[in-house]
């Protein structure tokens, strides 16, 4: 990997320096996925104590909600700017959320869940393997032995993720988060890079029409048999799959990628029969 790949990783994705933008053009997602995340913290409470980590929590969009559904969900986030949001979102609603701000590649909280989640394409900011698997070492260690992780990314579409260089999709208009008076623009400028499997992506942001930022957004891109791969690589075993947030199963045609995955030692552990005792053993 060149050095120059490594650099556009969410060491230089802008998009999550300014929350509000990033709340306000992304409303369109709105809760969708909400309900799939929340079956999955209610399998967590059978579980132990059943704690979540929401890891690439961002502004607390599901987090909130989850604390509100009454789960003990804890956040992990490497952007302060977007955890300062998840906290306001958390206190105006009347919860607390107990937040982390570190690095997915390399934490250590001291902690133990149930149920690890990533959602909403926060692994395709990890643009290498080793990002991958220093994340998938740091997911195991803070894993409770019948502990699961779900992630989800995107199912990849090269037709979509692709575009001629001038061309823009339309991605929102909204009220400028930062002066009432104005209206922002986002559109977005797509293009795919088959080595990297990158869909290198740019907000274009006009204010009242004027080209006011150009953010890159740079997504790697998981095949659904590589990330098989990259899951087992990483000492865990995929136990269920879905294709939408309904739990339906993964379809050729289908946008989302949802993955269960457990450390694939204990699994090991619990299928290993008893042990019948030795003959010394029966002897003594
Ligand atoms: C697309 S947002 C998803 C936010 C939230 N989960 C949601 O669904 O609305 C991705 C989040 O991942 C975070 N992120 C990206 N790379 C990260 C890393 N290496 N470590 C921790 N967080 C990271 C970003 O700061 C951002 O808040």
């Given at each position: 990997m060149n050095p120059d790949e490594r650099a556009i990783?969410?060491?230089?994705?802008?998009?999550?320096?300014d929350a509000t933008l990033y709340d306000g053009v992304n409303e369109i997602r709105s809760l969708v996925d909400l309900t799939f995340w929340l079956r999955r913290c209610r399998e967590a409470r059978g579980r132990g104590a059943g704690r979540v980590l929401e890891i690439g929590c961002g502004t607390g969009r599901l987090l909130v909600p989850a604390l509100l559904a009454g789960y003990q969900v804890d956040g992990l986030d490497r952007s302060a700017a977007m955890l300062e949001a998840a906290r306001e979102r958390a206190a105006e609603r009347g919860v607390i959320a107990r937040l982390f701000e570190a690095d997915c590649r390399d934490f250590d909280i001291g902690l133990r869940y149930a149920l690890i989640t990533i959602p909403y394409n926060a692994l395709q900011h990890l643009h290498s393997n080793d990002e991958v698997l220093s994340f998938l070492g740091c997911v195991r260690r803070h894993l409770q032995d019948d502990g699961r992780l779900v992630i989800e990314v995107m199912q990849p579409d090269i037709a979509l993720l692709d575009g001629a260089p001038d061309d823009e999709a339309p991605v929102a208009v909204l009220p400028d988060p930062h002066d009432s008076m104005a209206v922002l623009s986002v559109t977005e400028r797509r293009q795919w890079c088959g080595f990297s499997q990158l869909a290198r992506h740019t907000w274009l942001v006009r204010r009242d029409r004027v080209l006011v930022a150009e953010l890159p957004v740079h997504l790697r891109c998981f095949f659904p048999q590589e990330l098989d791969a990259l899951l087992r690589l990483g000492g865990m075993r995929i136990t269920r799959r879905w294709g939408d947030f309904d739990d339906g199963p993964p379809c050729e045609e289908g946008r989302v990628q949802l993955v269960e995955a457990a450390d694939a030692s204990h699994e090991a552990r619990k299928q290993e029969k008893p042990r019948t005792p030795g003959y010394f053993e029966r002897c003594s």
């Open positions: 990783g969410v060491d230089r994705c802008p998009v999550y320096d």
